[in-house]
């Protein structure tokens, strides 16, 4: 039996960020606990003090299979690379057909530099795009396949 996890993402902005994510991977925001109308209901009831409700952001895959996404306010910036990223299979991954994937991870850089994020780098594979190297708006590097 697999152990279920969670990742999670340090920043400064966890509720920008949590958005941005959101929109990149088609999450939504995680409901509260179960017996909790909301998250401020149990932010309540486990005496976490009010200040520091906007501390966190809670996303969800809406179909329940991929894991969930945490953002935890913290107070030092990112200051290198990522030795752990993401790579978001906009484009089907790479057993997808070249011409059909390499257009859907364009059109995803648009949409995603439009929500903020900023392209790093395009890499090549066989004399021809492979996959593009992009940052979120806290300068968190990931990939589009």
């Known amino acids: 039996m697999a152990t279920r996890w969670t990742v999670t993402i340090d920043c ?29 209901e ?26 969930n996404i945490s953002f935890l306010r913290v107070p030092e910036p990112k200051v290198a690379k990522n030795r752990l990223h993401l790579d978001v299979q906009v484009g089907g991954g790479r ?6 994937r390499w257009p859907r991870v364009l059109a995803a850089v648009d949409r995603l530099t439009a929500a903020g994020a900023s392209v790093v780098g395009e890499e090549m594979l066989d004399g021809r795009p492979d996959h593009m190297v992009m ?4 300068g968190n590097e990931f990939c589009l396949v």
């Open 42 to 67: 149990w932010f309540a009831h486990h005496d976490v003090p009010e200040e520091e409700w906007d501390e966190g952001a809670y996303l969800s895959d809406p179909e329940g299979v991929g894991p």
């Open 12 to 40: 400064a902005r966890p509720a920008e960020l949590a958005g941005f994510w959101a929109l990149a991977l088609g999450y939504v925001q995680r409901p509260a606990p179960a017996g909790f109308g909301s998250w401020e």
């Open 135 to 138: 940052a979120d708006p806290e």
């Open 95 to 100: 057993e997808m057909p070249w011409e059909q």
